[in-house]
């Protein structure tokens, strides 16, 4: 496919040969999540099953580290031992890990056990800087077809209709065509996770293999929420 997709915003992740809205790993990480769980935890016969089922079921309990970067993320699986020293280790946020102790996935799991054992997190957290937790920029990419402009991912707080019940919600912002992704086949998605900000960051990524392949539309969308994102201003809930 002869298009390149660079990032302006955020850390450029590699992308499949073939096909670069696909990303396939990426070389920073936040490790946001650390945790450990063992026989007897609620759901723990129903959280080794990836393990098990690819042989690398050999522990009684497990430490875990889970990455996560704009586009992608990953689970570590090592010794308990282990995690509770890099624990102990980063309380100034220094601390490394040996990966080749464990076994890493690519994504965080879900399914059974997972859902109730990982909390909802955001990209942007207040506590880290953010304007609001799940409110504010994620990552941008520059346009391929007009100079200048940019497809934006976002974090947002809005409703899926007027008048409704706000949610963090997630999606991406043409600044050439103003594409409004609330009216052009629901580009828009409860930001619950890391699968969430990776499914709006390819959305964008698609975005722009379209308007390579078949020219910049004309809609009109949001753009005074960029402007206060980037400005570090937190805007009112959409369409509230």
């Given at each position: 496919m002869?298009?390149?997709i660079?990032n302006t915003?955020?850390?450029?992740?590699h992308?499949?040969e073939?096909?670069?809205?696909?990303v396939?790993?990426?070389?920073?990480?936040?490790?946001?999540l650390?945790?450990?769980?063992a026989p007897g935890?609620?759901?723990y016969?129903?959280?080794?099953?990836m393990?098990?089922e690819?042989?690398?079921?050999?522990?009684?309990?497990?430490?875990?580290i889970f990455?996560e970067?704009?586009?992608?993320s990953?689970?570590?699986?090592?010794s308990?031992e282990?995690?509770?020293?890099?624990k102990?280790?980063n309380v100034?946020?220094?601390?490394?890990?040996?990966?080749s102790?464990?076994?890493m996935?690519?994504?965080w799991p879900?399914?059974k056990g997972w859902?109730d054992f990982?909390?909802?997190?955001?990209?942007?957290?207040?506590?880290?800087?953010?304007?609001a937790?799940g409110?504010?920029l994620?990552?941008?990419?520059a346009?391929?077809?007009?100079p200048?402009?940019?497809v934006?991912?976002y974090e947002f707080e809005g409703t899926?209709?007027?008048g409704?019940t706000?949610?963090?919600?997630?999606?991406?912002h043409c600044?050439a065509?103003?594409l409004?992704?609330?009216?052009?086949?629901?580009h828009?998605h409860?930001?619950?996770?890391?699968?969430s900000?990776?499914?709006a960051?390819?959305?964008a990524?698609q975005?722009l293999?379209?308007?390579h392949?078949?020219?910049v539309g004309d809609t009109?969308g949001?753009?005074?929420?960029i402007r206060e994102?980037r400005?570090?201003?937190r805007?009112p809930?959409y369409r509230?």
């Amino acid at each position: 496919m002869s298009i390149t997709i660079t990032n302006t915003y955020g850390t450029a992740h590699h992308v499949s040969e073939t096909n670069p809205a696909h990303v396939t790993s990426c070389d920073r990480y936040r490790l946001p999540l650390v945790g450990t769980i063992a026989p007897g935890n609620p759901g723990y016969e129903d959280m080794v099953d990836m393990l098990r089922e690819n042989g690398h079921d050999t522990r009684e309990g497990y430490g875990l580290i889970f990455l996560e970067s704009e586009e992608f993320s990953a689970t570590y699986f090592g010794s308990i031992e282990q995690i509770e020293k890099y624990k102990r280790e980063n309380v100034d946020g220094t601390a490394t890990f040996d990966a080749s102790q464990g076994v890493m996935y690519a994504q965080w799991p879900h399914g059974k056990g997972w859902d109730d054992f990982l909390p909802r997190t955001f990209w942007n957290v207040k506590a880290r800087g953010g304007i609001a937790d799940g409110v504010g920029l994620v990552t941008a990419f520059a346009h391929t077809e007009t100079p200048d402009a940019e497809v934006i991912v976002y974090e947002f707080e809005g409703t899926w209709s007027s008048g409704g019940t706000p949610q963090q919600l997630v999606t991406y912002h043409c600044t050439a065509c103003h594409l409004d992704t609330f009216h052009d086949c629901g580009h828009v998605h409860e930001n619950t996770g890391p699968s969430s900000r990776r499914w709006a960051a390819r959305q964008a990524r698609q975005h722009l293999i379209s308007a390579h392949r078949h020219g910049v539309g004309d809609t009109k969308g949001p753009c005074s929420i960029i402007r206060e994102l980037r400005a570090g201003v937190r805007p009112p809930v959409y369409r509230a």
